[in-house]
């Protein structure tokens, strides 16, 4: 199973814009973005002063940008791109719509977890179960209807003890339903694209992949 096991916060800095990827610590005055805004190197702060991006350049960023916030590797967001391609409707919804289907992205979406990369660690630990049965596959794609659980195994640890009043602060999807007192979830519908706050502009994501 692969996936980035690099410092994430360079990858907000090389993108100029926060992703998100490190959880509360992104709110907060310690995110690198806020004390050195500008891309990592040793020629980071020069870059700031650089010629006007290419339309190549302004696909290729918000490709890399999407594919960096769901913790997807360059092969298997082409897959998704493809499968994106082949159902009805626009192929930029379509892929965003795939990617908030994730199994990780759901369990952050419901609160059960800070950050993406911190779902992805509970999900591949056998920590959550889909209908009742357990799934350890963080690209698990979930439909309408499927119900999402801590297993009861899980409960009794540390870390689900105290998420029920950590959970009480944290704003869950609208395409989603969350008992907190059980610790479940349910699928309601497929997002829109008005419900995914995600600063990605997915029609550049389309002509990079078009070219």
């Not at 994430?8 to 610590?25: A, Q, S």
């Not at 890399?64 to 009805?88: C, D, H, M, N, S």
Request: aromatic share 10%; with cysteine; glycine share 6%.
């Amino acid at each position: 199973m692969a996936r980035y096991t690099g410092p994430v916060c360079r990858l907000c800095r090389r993108e100029g814009v926060k992703l998100y990827l490190k959880g509360e610590k992104c709110y907060t005055p310690k995110c690198p973005l806020e004390r050195r805004n500008y891309p990592p190197g040793m020629h980071g702060p020069k870059q700031r002063f650089r010629r006007k991006m290419s339309d190549y350049g302004l696909q290729l960023r918000e490709k890399q940008k999407l594919r960096r916030i769901y913790g997807v590797l360059e092969r298997q967001f082409r897959r998704y791109f493809r499968e994106a391609q082949r159902q009805p409707g626009m192929t930029g919804e379509n892929l965003l719509r795939i990617l908030e289907r994730r199994l990780d992205n759901v369990v952050y979406r419901m609160g059960f977890a800070d950050s993406r990369a911190q779902a992805r660690q509970l999900v591949s630990h056998g920590h959550f179960m889909v209908n009742g049965r357990r799934t350890n596959i963080p690209s698990y794609l979930v439909k309408p209807g499927d119900v999402i659980s801590v297993r009861p195994e899980s409960r009794r640890r540390e870390y689900f003890k105290h998420l029920l009043e950590a959970m009480e602060h944290k704003r869950v999807a609208e395409w989603l339903e969350v008992n907190p007192q059980e610790l479940t979830g349910r699928v309601l519908a497929l997002p829109e694209r008005h419900q995914i706050d995600i600063p990605v502009n997915e029609q550049l994501v389309v002509e990079y992949y078009s070219r």
